[in-house]
């Protein structure tokens, strides 16, 4: 199973289900094989599909993932359901956004419903991190920059967003803070296995790699995401909050799999207060 949305959601619920959060997840699936799939996948990890809908006019979204020899992924997107969402999945679920305490969004949607998703999130109150995949080459409209609090680009989305392709700590600096100056209170530039840059208000910041073996990257960046919402939900201040994002990250490349190698609160705990990987040495 796979999906930005899916691999999100499925990490912030398993985070969740150690810290007493509930996570749902909105979008759409095909009435095919595959949809169905997807739901059986899902529940597992806590999720609430109550916002899923099912569309028999297409079919469920599916990404291909391929694996290089550093651990690196490449993946392919049908959109199929994904891509047919509509205003009017956005006012089926305003309660839900409402009631929220963080919208997380990808760019797996059209565009134009990501923006009234965050819109709608804004005048609520919640909070709204865009993890910025797959960015457009034409950068993100002002709209949406307006609309979003948090924005994680990992290297190749901070180049297109920003100009900058951050391979050092001072690069990854001067992305994060032209990320603000386009509108995001909150940037983070992912550096992979070379740490995370975060800038937030005045407050900047850079949290090292954590020490881990990592045998697969797939999903690493939306176990981040989920971790993030899930830390900031829970009231970990900003800093501290990356600081649980990047432990979360670290260890779904521990992991083979997308959503399957989310990590449990209890294992982020350890990684974060120990920097070592519970049962390891």
């Known amino acids: ?10 990490a912030a619920a398993r985070l969740g289900q150690g810290c007493g959060l509930r996570v749902y997840m909105a979008g759409r699936t095909g009435t095919d094989q595959f949809g169905a799939l997807a739901r059986t996948l899902l529940t597992p990890f806590g999720v609430d599909l109550s916002a899923l809908r099912e569309d028999a006019a297409y079919p469920t979204g599916v990404a291909l993932i391929t694996v290089d020899a ?5 993946i392919t997107v049908a959109g199929g359901a994904n891509m047919a ?3 009017s999945d956005v ?6 956004i409402h009631s929220a305490s963080a919208l997380l969004l990808q760019l797996e949607i059209p565009l134009d419903i990501t923006i009234a998703a965050a819109e709608e999130a ?10 910025p995949a797959p960015a457009p080459a034409q950068g993100l409209p002002e709209a949406l920059w307006r609309a979003l609090d948090v924005v994680t680009p990992n290297e190749t989305e901070t180049r297109l967003l920003t ?16 990320l603000q100056e386009r509108g995001a209170a909150h940037a983070l530039v992912k550096m992979g296995a070379r740490g ?4 937030s208000g005045t407050q900047e910041g850079f949290v090292p790699p954590y020490t881990v073996k990592a045998i697969d990257t797939v999903a690493a960046g939306d176990c981040f995401n989920g971790g993030l919402a899930t830390a900031l939900t829970l009231g970990k201040p900003f800093a501290e909050a990356v600081r649980y994002a990047a432990a979360s990250g670290a260890l779904a490349t521990t992991r083979l799999g997308a959503a399957e190698s989310a990590p449990d609160w209890h294992d982020v705990v350890s990684l974060v207060e120990t920097g070592r990987v519970a049962g390891q040495g």
């Open 1 to 10: 199973m796979g999906g930005k949305g899916a691999n999100q959601a499925a």
């Open 70 to 74: 550093k651990a690196e992924n490449i």
């Open 85 to 87: 969402l509509d205003v």
């Open 91 to 96: 006012e089926a679920h305003r309660a839900l």
């Open 122 to 131: 804004r005048r609520a109150g919640t909070l709204v991190i865009l993890d």
């Open 163 to 178: 100009g900058i392709y951050p391979e050092t700590e001072k690069e990854a600096a001067q992305a994060a803070l032209k």
């Open 196 to 199: 995370v840059y975060y800038r």
